[in-house]
């Protein structure tokens, strides 16, 4: 079968997609469940339905779109990704796993394949932590990695729920029916940018990534002793900033300390209460990301910054708190799905090597219901999270090809 990607047809999605932001261009700020998060899922529904897809949306926003198979009551074959996107974002994180699912649809479909199983796109809810705090909303819940009733109390900078904002969106089904049944995908791969410079620092097209770093985020909250910035004298402050200063250091050091490459620490949010030029912090909100493709190294970086943060609350005399907000393990691939995705790079003459992923996706929480595979295509200078993301149309013609000869091979009854 002859797989022709529509090259300039999907680069015009991804343009498409791109305006539904709230900055300028072009950066992208794509918030769940904001005004323009529903516009870009009503433009993306749309686009699927023109395809001949059947869509249904469950009771968080997760958006399944499915090619009926041949022998539809066989477990399907999935892939997808997300289309939520930081502040000041670009067009192209998790955007690629979507509209390029799609195009290898309609690819697929164009060469006359007709797919035993089927073959779902899912957009999933909230990738992006930005909202309600934590990352994979849509597939924890999918996967039953986060309950039913922890996801409705998450809540917003507003202070609003999960439970109550999703409703507004116009989500009203009940959380508890979020969950897949056992045995919904036979295999998912997600195709993504790498969000790192190794692929195009190689001069190779696609990556096969063989796992997914382990993540964890906490919160730290330290709480001092304000005052006015004049009248109090220096001896004896117990200046909470000062306080955070010392940690977020600490866990520079110390996710450095480990020597391995894999080890990532990165304090993203510093709030500052009450943030005033001339009174002294009494209050700051740390949040903490902590990632490592071993899982017993990043939860003993983990258990180090909680005695440092110990030992530095005892020498300033402020109280430091540190609470969890998600405490993952890492994500293997399956071979047999890795096998595919070689066969298919093989079969299509474009270069790949194997890779992991220290960005986490929506797929490391499918891992725990189904076999995975990821494929990344090269981003400009490795860069991701910025308004310069950048893959050229060429690179993501590349991954979908492969993606479709992969979805095509999966969706075979046969397998597995
Ligand atoms: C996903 O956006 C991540 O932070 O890895
Ligand atoms: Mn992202
Ligand atoms: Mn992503």
């Not at 900033?241 to 010392?246: D, F, Q, R, V």
């Not at 250091?249 to 500052?272: K, M, P, S």
Request: net charge negative.
């Amino acid at each position: 079968m002859i797989i022709e990607i529509d090259q300039n047809r999907l680069n015009g999605d991804i343009e498409a997609l791109a305006a539904f932001s709230d900055a300028e261009a072009p950066a992208v700020t794509r918030v769940v469940f904001s005004e323009q998060d529903a516009k870009a899922r009503a433009c993306l529904k749309e686009r699927c339905r023109e395809a001949g897809l059947a869509t249904r949306e469950d009771a968080v926003g997760n958006t399944f779109a499915r090619w009926v198979g041949t022998s539809a009551a066989l477990p399907a074959v999935g892939t997808g990704s997300h289309v939520d996107a930081i502040p000041h974002a670009g067009k192209y994180d998790g955007v690629v796993g979507v509209l390029g699912g799609l195009e290898a649809i309609r690819a697929l479909q164009r060469g006359g394949f007709r797919p035993e199983r089927s073959i779902e796109l899912v957009i999933f809810t909230s990738e992006e932590p930005t909202r309600f705090g934590i990352g994979c909303l849509g597939s924890r819940l999918m996967s039953g990695t986060l309950t039913p009733s922890a996801a409705a109390a998450l809540q917003d900078p507003e202070g609003d729920t999960l439970e109550v904002v999703r409703k507004r969106a116009g989500f009203s089904g009940s959380l508890n029916e979020v969950r897949l049944p056992e045995n919904y995908y036979s295999a998912w791969v997600e195709l993504h940018i790498e969000q790192g410079p190794i692929l195009e620092r190689e001069g190779i097209s696609l990556g096969l990534v063989t796992s997914i770093a382990a993540p964890a985020s906490f919160r730290i909250t330290i709480e001092g002793e304000g005052g006015h910035a004049g009248g109090r004298l220096m001896p004896g402050r117990r200046d909470a900033l000062c306080a955070a200063a010392e940690t977020i250091l600490a866990v520079e050091r110390i996710a450095l300390g480990t020597g391995a490459i894999d080890t990532v620490g990165t304090v993203g949010i510093c709030q500052v209460h009450p943030g005033a030029v001339n009174s002294i912090p009494s209050r700051v909100q740390l949040a903490v990301d902590l990632r490592d493709t071993d899982a017993a190294r990043r939860d003993k970086v983990l258990r180090e910054i909680e005695a440092t943060c110990n030992e530095v609350g005892a020498s300033r005399g402020v109280s430091i708190k540190l609470e969890t907000i998600n405490v993952d393990p890492p994500a293997q691939s399956s071979p047999r799905i890795l096998a595919a995705l070689t066969a298919a790079c093989e079969h299509e003459g474009i270069t790949f090597r194997t890779m992991v992923s220290r960005a986490y996706h929506d797929s490391s929480f499918i891992a725990q219901i189904a076999p995975i595979a990821m494929l990344f295509i090269p981003c400009r200078d490795g860069v991701s999270h910025r308004p310069d993301e950048y893959s050229s149309p060429e690179e993501i013609s590349r991954g979908v090809q492969v993606l479709a000869r992969t979805l095509a091979s999966l969706s075979a009854g046969r397998e597995s």
